[in-house]
């Protein structure tokens, strides 16, 4: 099946810095989405973006899906930033089953 | 608006013991269901998915099963839990014709 690597694995920010964040897959995806688990385990979807730009606000995400990668660019990072960002990839329409990366933990501190 | 609603929040249950957890979906129909179970703090590993009522596919064999017996209501059982049945499982859904997934808030099972 499809492998999804993350990385950095972690990562500890002062309060104001910018960080990215990659998505490494190993086949071609016809889906793919970034989500934040906050500390108390909600999960978030920030993106779909099965390939080219978007952004939201201070997130932005860029999926090559030539390449198999994916990065997740968080710009000014807030200690509400914290906690673990999820690559999600998903081939086959009709189930969207999503095979989830090994994510990314991050820490902002004040 | 569409919600999902996932219980009970925390469990701790003996070793043998029957489970049950449930998920329901509102404001929405005939939506994907999906069932994923995270363990040490990282990976979702997909455990199962339903198209429909009645519906299940299984992704890992294991000593848990699920059903759908609504359109909007998902359940995760096992007759007999085991250590290893420990860990944050989260229910999702997608509304069909859309491509992302919604969480509930999960269920973090501890068996002792």
């Known amino acids: 099946g499809i492998q999804v690597e993350q990385s950095p694995p972690d990562l500890i920010l002062q309060e104001g810095a910018n960080s990215t964040l990659r998505c490494n897959f190993s086949?071609?995806?016809?889906?793919l989405q970034w989500f934040h688990q906050n500390p108390w385990g909600q999960l978030i979807n920030l993106f779909y973006i099965p390939s080219g730009t978007k952004q939201n606000g201070r997130l932005s995400a860029t999926t090559v899906a030539t390449e198999r990668y994916s990065l997740l660019y968080i710009s000014s990072s807030q200690t509400t930033d914290s906690g673990v960002y999820f690559c999600?990839?998903?081939?086959?329409?009709?189930?969207?089953?999503?095979?989830f990366g090994t994510g990314t933990r991050l820490k902002v501190l004040a | 608006s569409q919600t999902i609603h996932q219980w009970p929040a925390t469990l701790v249950q003996p070793v043998g013991s029957p489970l049950s957890l449930e998920c329901t979906v509102e404001g929405t129909s005939n939506p994907n269901l999906y069932w994923y179970r995270q363990a040490a703090g990282r990976g979702l590993q997909l455990l199962f998915y339903s198209v429909g009522i009645g519906q299940i596919s299984s992704e890992v064999p294991q000593n848990l099963s699920a059903s759908r017996p609504q359109d909007r209501q998902f359940i995760l059982s096992s007759k007999k839990l085991l250590l290893s049945d420990s860990g944050f499982y989260l229910c999702?859904?997608?509304?069909?014709?859309?491509?992302?997934?919604?969480f509930g808030s999960g269920t973090r099972l501890t068996v002792v």
């Open positions: 999600a990839v998903g081939g086959a329409s009709g189930t969207y089953k999503y095979i």
């Open positions: 999702a859904w997608r509304k069909r014709g859309s491509y992302g997934y919604t």
């Open positions: 086949d071609s995806v016809n889906n």
